[in-house]
């Protein structure tokens, strides 16, 4: 399964932590293992936290990490508790922090994991297979002014609340159980012209994965806790899948690195009033041409890096 992951923007996203011999790293993301095996090959002296919610995934890593070195520990459990977690560690401060916000592959591939609207499977797309709340819930459970609400904000599909609408008409007849039964119900409710121009259920799907995963809730404190734990020099980098997500770490980085409109345009500004950090890069990276070739569902990422300054 790991063979069938390629880890999106690697080279540029390691070289953007500005790793040392001896860095302490979080990768917030582990997944299986691309980013995290690269960057313990690069610490040889330092150390690496990575945390991930998902079993299978801890699983593959382990032996994949193992095969680079011994100094690296996973943590099961979702990012947002990053700090606590650590500090159960010893540790307070770290020298870089990487989030790859995208579901990998062998989770989009798994036919049992419900994440693809291409296989058909039980809804499920849980991140943490321990948790309760599933896609089936979302689906058969949510009011069609909460689908439609999810499928609005976390999709932004025009088509949300005709498809929120047929949901609950077709779950009246019996449940909706598979992922190919919820496409049928989403395709009978979109036109025909939309259909063609792209994959209907490909937004509900997203939408529905957000939800079930609280993805988008946990982000930005997330990110606050990595720019806490972060030293000077240190940086933390994000790659981003949707324009949800990276409307989040844009906005949230652009506010850490302005100067305080209080004194903006001063000749000389105190010292306490400029930020502690700065972005690496004014626009975001994506990937490159052959990148794409080679894996097309990095289409969509985007990094972004920012810098602890003081």
Do not use: W
């Not at 880890?7 to 990768?27: F, R, T």
């Not at 917030?28 to 313990?40: D, E, F, R």
């Not at 948790?131 to 689906?139: E, N």
């Not at 259909?195 to 990110?223: M, S």
Request: include cysteine.
């Amino acid at each position: 399964m790991m063979e069938k992951h390629i880890s999106v923007l690697l080279n540029e996203s390691i070289s953007s932590l500005n790793l040392k011999e001896n860095s302490i790293i979080v990768d917030a993301t582990l997944g299986y293992g691309g980013h995290s095996s690269n960057i313990l090959e690069r610490i040889n002296m330092g150390y690496l936290f990575a945390f991930d919610q998902d079993s299978e995934a801890i699983r593959h890593s382990t032996d994949r990490l193992s095969k680079v070195g011994t100094n690296f520990t996973i943590i099961k459990s979702n990012f947002v508790h990053m700090k606590e977690e650590l500090l159960k560690h010893g540790v307070e401060k770290v020298d870089g922090v990487l989030f790859d916000l995208g579901v990998s592959s062998p989770q989009l591939d798994e036919g049992e994991r419900g994440f693809s609207y291409h296989v058909d499977a039980k809804l499920d797309m849980r991140m943490d297979q321990e948790q309760k709340l599933s896609a089936y819930d979302v689906v058969n459970t949510y009011s069609k002014e909460d689908l439609s609400r999810i499928f609005f904000q976390y999709g932004e599909d025009k088509f949300a609340n005709a498809i929120a609408k047929k949901i609950c008409e077709a779950r009246r007849e019996k449940p909706i159980e598979t992922t190919l039964e919820l496409v049928e119900v989403i395709k009978s409710a979109v036109p025909m012209k939309f259909r063609l121009e792209k994959h209907p259920a490909r937004q509900i799907f997203q939408a529905i994965r957000i939800e079930v995963n609280h993805e988008l809730d946990v982000l930005e404190p997330a990110l606050s806790q990595a720019l806490d734990l972060i030293r000077v020099g240190g940086r933390v980098a994000v790659i981003t899948f949707h324009s949800l997500e990276d409307r989040i770490v844009k906005k949230y980085f652009k506010e850490k690195t302005e100067i305080d409109p209080k004194v903006k345009g001063m000749p000389n500004i105190p010292e306490e009033y400029l930020p502690d950090f700065r972005l690496v890069c004014d626009k975001a990276i994506v990937p490159s041409e052959e990148e794409l070739e080679q894996n097309p569902r990095a289409r969509s990422s985007k990094l972004r890096v920012i810098e602890r300054i003081k």
